[in-house]
Nanobody, 129 residues
Framework: QLQLVESGGGLVQPGGSLRLSCASSGATLRPYAIGWFRQAPGKEREGLSCVSPRGVVKDYADSAKGRFSISRDVAKNTVYLQMNNLKPDDTGTYYC??????????????????????WGQGTQVTVSS
């Protein structure tokens, strides 16, 4: 059973940056596609970006393109979401999800919850002055 743990959230001023981390307690993330998602208060969970086991990136949210970037560090067994030029609308709970067996370990076209097998508990990001 893969257990994902997000970290790196916090309070940041508009225009600031944060780097979120998604790590696994024990099992390797290597065979999984890893996605980052955001859920703003009162809104549905939104897919942001995904990276495949081979490092192929698929971006989903137009609002994040050019500001957020996903990367994976195999040696540290961690996937990161670098977020720059943060805006108040970026406020929300950020989750990472893993997609692997029995699902294909690829970044899906649709970021519905059922397209990822495992989820973390989330980390809160608040962008406010």
């Amino acid at each position: 059973q893969l257990q994902l743990v997000e970290s790196g959230g916090g309070l940041v001023q508009p225009g600031g940056s944060l780097r979120l981390s998604c790590a696994s307690s024990g099992a390797t993330l290597r065979p999984y596609a890893i996605g980052w998602f955001r859920q703003a208060p009162g809104k549905e969970r939104e897919g942001l970006s995904c990276v495949s086991p081979r490092g192929v990136v698929k971006d989903y949210a137009d609002s994040a393109k050019g500001r957020f970037s996903i990367s994976r560090d195999v040696a540290k067994n961690t996937v990161y979401l670098q977020m720059n030029n943060l805006k108040p609308d970026d406020t929300g709970t950020y989750y990472c999800g893993a997609r692997g067996h029995p699902l294909p370990p690829t970044c899906p076209d649709e970021t519905t919850k059922g397209n990822f097998n495992f989820w973390g508990q989330g980390t809160q990001v608040t962008v406010s002055s």
